[in-house]
């Protein structure tokens, strides 16, 4: 059967499109500009008074410069940053949500989730014995963890406008029952996104194939260790070309032609044959 040599480098395997990257990059960049701006902005009024946040965590400018020009330590140059990158993690995250549900990319990254399949996986991910060897697939323990980081910015978007038009959206005030419960769950939502950005960045250092895949679109795959880069392989059906038997090398030729002549031919008898007709 012919055979194929597999290239040394491995084969390169599709895993994110252009799309997914780029929706990715930009929401990320939206979430610690607003992460960061939003500890400037709470450590102005905060909602534990004994929780503040490091002020070299925060995004705002030097409080002694910005006191100068703005006679604040901060907390005007903060509503600025947050109030700008709320609208493109807004947009960004319509197209994306959008995207993946019309796509049904979503559907099938993200479903279904067996309660046994995510008592399985937490176990072994509570023991680091969780496998990541096919990044293309999502465990249980991702899809829950990527399901509710959604929930949560979801939350989050409804949250912070209820803080920013307490009046103008008094419907959404309500719902969370006034303005400093709105502020109570805008807070908790982020510590939940903050926690979720802590997983997995986390574990994107561990697997960094997972970092290589969101920036390039692919992986290389490397030829499995039982068969080294380079080995022959097996053709699959249809690919291989059939080919006459080659005559024995030891035979000479006299010798096939003496045997095809000694061989007995049995002739049909022509009298029997008529007899039967």
Known sequence: MATKTE??????????SRFVRVTHWLNAAAIIV???????????????HWLTFPEWATLGGDPEITYKLNKDVGFSNALLWHFAFMWLFFINGAVALGGGLLSGR??????????????????????????HDDITIYNAVQKLLYIGVALAMILMLASGLAIWKPVQFGW?????????GARLVHFLGMSAIALFLLVHVTLA??????????????????A??????????????????????????????????????????????????????
Do not use: C
């Open 205 to 222: 250092v561990l697997v960094p194939q997972t970092i290589v895949a969101m920036t390039t679109g692919s992986i290389r795959v490397a």
């Open 34 to 48: 607003m992460i960061g701006s939003g500890w400037r902005i709470y450590n102005n009024v905060p909602v534990f």
């Open 7 to 16: 290239p040394a480098s491995g084969q390169l395997i599709p895993v994110h």
């Open 172 to 180: 959404l005030t309500w719902l969370f029952y006034d303005f400093q």
């Open 106 to 131: 979503l559907r099938r990254k993200w479903l279904p989730i067996s309660v046994a399949e995510l008592i399985h996986d937490v176990r072994e991910a509570l023991s680091f014995r969780l496998a």
């Open 224 to 277: 499995p260790a039982d068969e080294p880069a380079g080995a022959p392989f097996e053709e699959p059906a249809g690919w291989a070309v059939e080919m006459p038997p080659e005559p024995l090398a030891d035979a000479p030729a006299d010798d096939f032609a003496q045997a095809a002549a000694d061989a007995p031919i049995d002739a049909p008898d022509a009298t029997k044959a008529g007899e039967e007709l």
